[in-house]
């Protein structure tokens, strides 16, 4: 990230909450000579960039796919735009900068605590979000294929220190079963492990290097949640037959790009254009069975979308009512509740037939 005229007012810019360093005006923000702030308890939120996901980003493709030759795989350059959308949030505010947003660009004010909640620095809230943008990105991975019906499997992405499975799994290990019942999601291992208390025994089964292992983990505690079993390790869905997906973006957190990335993998991965040629933005979470989840912000991802020039813009269904509460031009903004009204939605405007769309 860049520094700001000011170095303690910046911009965040996550998935959910994205975050884009921004350059401040030059307005004190603390007594001269003291320690004493002058600024105010609250962020403001406001459009943040939107990126092709179909596109290229500092050089390197957003969403990056290969294959080996003998999966006989097509990879697509598909036409059209398919952007995810951000919400730029700024803290560290004195009260005339705060004003001055919220009167001169249309930004909402929230409390500081909804993007730093209480008890959590914003260091680990940059952490948690990152988190949640990993995972997004490999739901996106098990939602595509699923879609594609290409074949998947689990895989260890990293051990936790001083957890259960530190020291038995490694990174790159496949996970193929937890206490025999086969793993082909992280949803179905977590399952199994919640079941499951702190002193538990956990039979594991993984491939490593080409080899199958089984392995017997004692689970303990998790440090959070007082009664609940941890294994200790970060899952993500990793497609088989050679073929690779990789997503190439620096300081966006958060879950909202699940749905975008999972249409771009899609429309990469199949003939012809999902977009018909057209601007198509959108945002919204992404669950392991397809599900599109409400997000933050949406009015600003909204505007954002239209300021850039989308044609259409893919809203989940529980943030309709809010997506068109402000104006949105000529852009028209489809309902989602889940990937298949998504590509739907999609074929229906490339066709010029009507979108089922939100409703104020």
Same mark, same amino acid.
């Given at each position: 990230?860049?520094?700001?005229?000011?170095?303690? &007012?910046?911009?965040?810019?996550?998935?959910?909450?994205?975050?884009?360093?921004?350059?401040?005006?030059?307005?004190?923000?603390?007594?001269?000579?003291?320690?004493?702030?002058?600024?105010?308890?609250?962020?403001?939120?406001?459009?943040?960039?939107?990126?092709?996901?179909?596109?290229?980003?500092?050089?390197?493709?957003?969403?990056?796919?290969?294959?080996?030759?003998?999966?006989?795989?097509?990879?697509?350059?598909?036409?059209?735009?398919?952007?995810?959308?951000?919400?730029?949030?700024?803290?560290?505010?004195?009260?005339?900068?705060?004003?001055?947003?919220?009167?001169?660009?249309?930004?909402?004010?929230?409390?500081?605590?909804?993007?730093?909640?209480?008890?959590?620095?914003?260091?680990?809230?940059?952490?948690?979000?990152?988190?949640?943008?990993?995972?997004?990105?490999?739901?996106?991975?098990?939602?595509?294929?699923?879609?594609?019906?290409?074949?998947?499997?689990?895989?260890?992405?990293?051990?936790?220190?001083?957890?259960?499975?530190?020291?038995?799994?490694?990174?790159?290990?496949?996970?193929?079963?937890?206490?025999?019942?086969?793993?082909?999601?992280?949803?179905?291992?977590?399952?199994?492990?919640?079941?499951?208390?702190?002193?538990?025994? &956990?039979?594991?089964?993984?491939?490593?290097?080409?080899?199958?292992?089984?392995?017997?983990?004692?689970?303990?505690?998790?440090?959070?949640?007082?009664?609940?079993?941890?294994?200790?390790?970060?899952?993500?869905?990793?497609?088989?037959?050679?073929?690779?997906?990789?997503?190439?973006?620096?300081?966006?957190?958060?879950?909202?790009?699940?749905?975008?990335?999972?249409?771009?993998?899609?429309?990469?991965?199949?003939?012809?254009?999902?977009?018909?040629?057209?601007?198509?933005?959108?945002?919204?979470?992404?669950?392991?069975?397809?599900?599109?989840?409400?997000?933050?912000?949406?009015?600003?991802?909204?505007?954002?979308?239209?300021?850039?020039?989308?044609?259409?813009?893919?809203?989940?269904?529980?943030?309709?009512?809010?997506?068109?509460?402000?104006?949105?031009?000529?852009?028209?903004?489809?309902?989602?509740?889940?990937?298949?009204?998504?590509?739907?939605?999609?074929?229906?405007?490339?066709?010029?037939?009507?979108?089922?769309?939100?409703?104020?």
């Amino acid at each position: 990230m860049k520094s700001s005229h000011n170095p303690r &007012l910046r911009t965040l810019t996550w998935g959910a909450l994205p975050l884009v360093v921004l350059t401040a005006a030059a307005t004190l923000d603390h007594i001269p000579g003291t320690n004493i702030s002058l600024t105010v308890p609250y962020a403001a939120e406001g459009p943040g960039p939107t990126v092709d996901t179909l596109g290229m980003a500092d050089g390197v493709e957003v969403v990056e796919i290969s294959a080996q030759d003998e999966a006989g795989i097509t990879i697509d350059d598909p036409a059209g735009q398919l952007n995810m959308t951000t919400v730029a949030v700024r803290t560290n505010m004195t009260l005339v900068q705060a004003l001055g947003r919220w009167i001169g660009s249309g930004d909402t004010l929230v409390p500081i605590e909804a993007i730093f909640p209480k008890g959590h620095s914003e260091e680990e809230v940059q952490e948690a979000n990152q988190i949640a943008f990993s995972q997004s990105e490999s739901a996106a991975t098990l939602v595509a294929m699923d879609y594609l019906q290409l074949p998947v499997h689990v895989e260890v992405a990293g051990v936790a220190e001083d957890s259960a499975a530190a020291g038995t799994l490694e990174q790159d290990d496949i996970l193929l079963a937890l206490d025999g019942k086969k793993i082909t999601q992280p949803q179905q291992a977590q399952e199994v492990i919640q079941a499951k208390k702190p002193g538990d025994k &956990l039979q594991v089964t993984v491939e490593r290097a080409g080899k199958e292992l089984h392995k017997t983990v004692t689970l303990k505690e998790h440090p959070e949640t007082k009664g609940q079993a941890l294994l200790g390790i970060l899952m993500i869905t990793v497609p088989d037959n050679g073929l690779e997906v990789n997503y190439n973006l620096e300081d966006i957190g958060g879950p909202s790009a699940g749905m975008m990335f999972t249409l771009a993998v899609i429309d990469k991965l199949s003939p012809g254009d999902l977009t018909g040629g057209h601007f198509v933005a959108g945002t919204g979470t992404i669950e392991p069975d397809g599900t599109v989840g409400a997000i933050g912000g949406i009015v600003h991802k909204v505007r954002a979308a239209k300021d850039a020039g989308a044609e259409l813009f893919l809203a989940p269904a529980d943030n309709c009512a809010e997506a068109v509460s402000r104006s949105t031009g000529d852009m028209v903004v489809a309902r989602v509740e889940d990937i298949e009204d998504a590509t739907q939605a999609l074929e229906d405007f490339a066709a010029g037939r009507p979108v089922v769309a939100c409703e104020d």
